[in-house]
């Protein structure tokens, strides 16, 4: 039997008995990645579309009618799903121009008047209303099952809902009290005429709370709901979860902050719009059940100011990215050193075995909190997926014959990191050396790039694809992602993709973001460049009549390898930057490496100019 057969034999009986108010059984049952708080990553109490699908890929969209299993997801997962997926599942390659939506493919394939059931508390409210225009154009209906039938399928076998404890942000990381945030978020409140504002993203709650957790492994964030006014800050959670410190927190802050159960957000919303004279604040990428609760009339729809005011680093956040960026570059000049040195002496190492060398680095550096995300320490043909994590199953040695890629990061308290280096430990074929130096230069193009203030991140995304572009080759993700800190290593509204953002504000000075491009040979090998860059202000000739001018600054420091690079493919003007870059690298990490001759003496050589 296929490892998915029984569930979803399971999941369609449920299907043929759900009840909604609209609805008496369901034609089909969506599935989508996210919790109730619409994370991009979850606890294992919330990865439903993982148990019924087998797909582990943290974006994805699973579809169960009855008689079909089909699985949307992106570009960086396309590899995984094909090998995660049985044999009962489709997968929809979504974001190739022949993949239909899920509105419009459950619209083709079901009869006119059938219903469509969600959790709504795990959709967003944006999602489903996109799903169920396309559904309506079909004669279809969209309906909200108040139990979830992945829950009643998976049954006792259920991971918990976790519930570790809060800790709270000192001052000297955080840089500025809750009450100069809220007043921040009231000024912006007053200006749209709202009177409360509901807030259920966790990175936004804890940012503003200066709060922080780890209910969700490499996100240090904790399960909450916050309701704000003019006069109150209402947070909904598990009071056994409160840090022991909590009123000299309040204290510390210049706030009283009320404390309900989590569970009773539903209640709290009601409360609100009962006793509201003006409008309700609720952004529409918080869940379909939160905006129900608001009529209408009620709802001011829009990206919450707290997501924007997160977004911009205030001069304490700013010194932490700096700063937890060098002493991870210590650390992962450290791991390269050891590791290239490792394989030239034909020690054993594997994917593994290199993930946990590297994290045991970085647990030596001030401040060391966790790791941001699973490490992707990939070799060879695992290379090629662009979210690969090593597994016992897939483990590959790191050797000098296959090309070695590791995207990893850090959790400080000061800030959080996110780099990925490519290397060749032995001779790199020719293309491999081509397609390098193509996401070099596409990576140095980017990193220089002055453009005007609040320009869209989806307009700079050219730039660094046009090398790879002139040959015919390109890259499924997206180019650049907004960092917390400490906080998601994946963090919006803004981004650098070719996907529209719908709530990018246009890129503003201390924002930090991404600048990874890379290139994926199918089965083969993969390569990506990435490094975290503060968008900083630029004094050009002309200043864009007057709107202002931004270019970005790199922050991560670790050399990029320089023997995969075909100079001749360089402009002057990018090896001066690649240059300038090492000799940055040289001079910021080397006083640190003093009494670490091995490693200094490896960080020489790589940052020599070419």
């Not at 955080?174 to 809220?182: F, P, S």
């Not at 996401?439 to 320009?455: D, E, N, R, W, Y």
């Amino acid at each position: 039997m296929k490892a998915t057969t029984q569930k979803l034999s399971n999941l369609r009986e449920l299907m043929q008995r759900a009840c909604a108010p609209e609805a008496s059984g369901i034609s089909a049952y969506v599935v989508p990645s996210g919790d109730a708080h619409q994370s991009e990553y979850q606890c294992a109490h919330d990865e439903r579309r993982a148990f019924i699908s087998g797909f582990t890929g943290s974006a994805g969209t699973a579809v169960i009618t009855n008689d079909k299993a089909l699985l949307w997801t992106d570009g960086r997962y396309y590899q995984q799903a094909e090998k995660e997926l049985d044999e009962n599942w489709t997968l929809m390659k979504d974001g190739l121009a022949t993949t239909p939506s899920i509105g419009y493919w459950l619209g083709k394939h079901l009869p006119k008047g059938s219903a469509v059931g969600v959790d709504p508390r795990l959709f967003s409210f944006r999602l489903g209303k996109t799903i169920e225009k396309e559904l309506n154009a079909a004669e279809c209906n969209l309906i909200g099952i108040e139990r979830n039938l992945i829950d009643d399928v998976w049954g006792d076998e259920q991971p918990p809902r976790t519930l570790n404890k809060i800790i709270t942000l000192k001052l000297d990381f955080a840089g500025e009290t809750i009450a100069k945030k809220w007043e921040r978020v009231r000024q912006q409140m007053t200006m749209q005429n709202t009177s409360a504002l509901i807030v259920s993203a966790l990175d936004e709650i804890a940012w503003f709370l200066n709060l922080r957790g780890s209910d969700i492994d490499y996100n240090p964030v904790f399960f909450a709901f916050m309701i704000v006014t003019h006069n109150d800050i209402v947070l909904f959670a598990d009071s056994s979860k409160l840090p022991d410190n909590i009123k000299e927190h309040q204290c510390e802050n210049n706030v009283k902050i009320t404390i309900r159960p989590y569970e009773s957000i539903g209640d709290g919303v009601r409360e609100i719009v009962s006793n509201s004279n003006g409008k309700i604040w609720i952004s529409s990428t918080s869940s379909l059940y939160l905006n129900s609760l608001v009529p209408k009339p009620s709802r001011h729809q829009e990206i919450t100011p707290i997501a924007l005011l997160k977004a911009i680093k205030n001069d304490t956040e700013i010194k932490g990215f700096v700063n937890s960026h060098i002493r991870d570059g210590v650390a992962l000049c450290q791991y390269f050193a050891w590791l290239e040195d490792a394989v030239k002496k034909g020690e054993q190492v594997d994917e593994m075995s290199g993930a946990d060398k590297l994290e045991s680095f970085r647990k030596t550096k001030d401040n060391y909190m966790g790791l941001s995300f699973t490490t992707i320490s990939s070799s060879g043909p695992n290379g090629s997926v662009i979210h690969y994590h090593p597994a016992k199953e897939t483990n590959r040695p790191i050797n000098d014959k296959e090309v070695y890629l590791c995207d990893s990061g850090a959790q400080y308290l000061d800030g959080t990191t996110d780099v990925t280096r490519t290397f060749h430990f032995g001779t790199p074929t020719d293309f491999q050396k081509e397609t390098y130096t193509r996401v070099l230069k596409g990576q140095l193009t980017l990193g220089s790039t002055i453009f005007p203030t609040k320009t869209k991140g989806q307009v700079l995304d050219v730039l660094a694809r046009k090398s790879l572009w002139d040959v015919g080759l390109d890259y499924g993700h997206g180019t650049g992602h907004g960092v917390g800190h400490f906080l998601n290593v994946h963090e919006g509204p803004m981004g650098v993709g070719f996907r529209l953002m719908p709530d990018d504000p246009g890129l503003q000075e201390n924002m930090f973001i991404s600048n990874e491009p890379g290139f994926y040979k199918d089965g083969e090998f993969g390569i990506r460049i990435e490094d975290i860059v503060q968008i900083v202000s630029a004094q050009p000739k002309h200043n864009f009549a007057n709107r202002g001018a931004l270019t970005f600054k790199t922050i991560t420091m670790c050399p990029k390898q320089t023997k995969m690079i075909i100079k001749e493919l360089l402009t002057e003007q990018e090896i001066k930057l690649l240059n300038d870059y090492h000799q940055l690298v040289w001079e910021t990490l080397s006083p640190l490496l003093s009494e670490d001759a091995f490693t200094l003496s490896w960080l020489q050589n790589e940052t020599q100019p070419i």
